[in-house]
């Protein structure tokens, strides 16, 4: 009955074909314990994969390749100021300009991955740091689903290159 697993075919009749009803009976109960173990699991690795994707140290920022913010993990919504209402778009919630072109060359598929490094600012023009994103078209099942965007904090690395160059010079 269209993925109805808790309709049961009645049991009425005689010999084989009371037989196959109950058999055909047996086998419901057996799916809907299948059905119901596997979105169990599913629950749980939805779970695992949160708890990671919220606990890393690098935003995490997944779009459609219409630009529709799918899924952004707090360090994301902290680091590109998306606290209080998460932008719709890639277009609104990107404002260094660099990060922008760089997931618009991936929606526009000009590019499967791109690596660029940007200094974000906050609203009030204040530095919050150097940024290292990576930049990458996803897929599943052989098929292009999206783009991902990972930004790493790469501040303090590019202070020590910077010393180190100038301990150098000097």
């Not at 899924?71 to 590109?80: E, I, T």
Request: hydrophobic share 45%; with cysteine; glycine share 8%.
């Amino acid at each position: 009955a269209g993925r109805d697993l808790n309709a049961t075919v009645p049991e009425i009749g005689w010999g084989e074909l009371n037989e196959l009803s109950k058999s055909f009976n047996r086998m419901l109960v057996t799916l809907r314990a299948f059905e119901s173990f596997q979105v169990d699991r599913l629950i749980a690795e939805k779970a695992k994969v949160d708890g990671l994707v919220q606990n890393i140290p690098d935003g995490i920022v997944l779009a459609g390749f219409n630009g529709d913010v799918l899924y952004m993990n707090d360090v994301a919504r902290s680091l590109l100021d998306a606290q209080k209402s998460a932008p719709k778009h890639v277009g609104e919630l990107l404002r260094s300009k660099t990060l922008r072109e760089a997931a618009l060359s991936l929606m526009q598929r000009h590019a499967r991955q791109a690596l660029v490094k940007t200094e974000l600012m906050t609203p009030e023009g204040a530095r919050r740091g150097v940024f290292a994103c990576r930049a990458v078209t996803i897929g599943a099942e052989g098929r292009d689903t999206g783009i991902l965007l990972l930004l790493r904090d790469i501040t303090h690395e590019e202070e020590l290159a910077s010393m180190k160059e100038e301990f150098m010079h000097s």
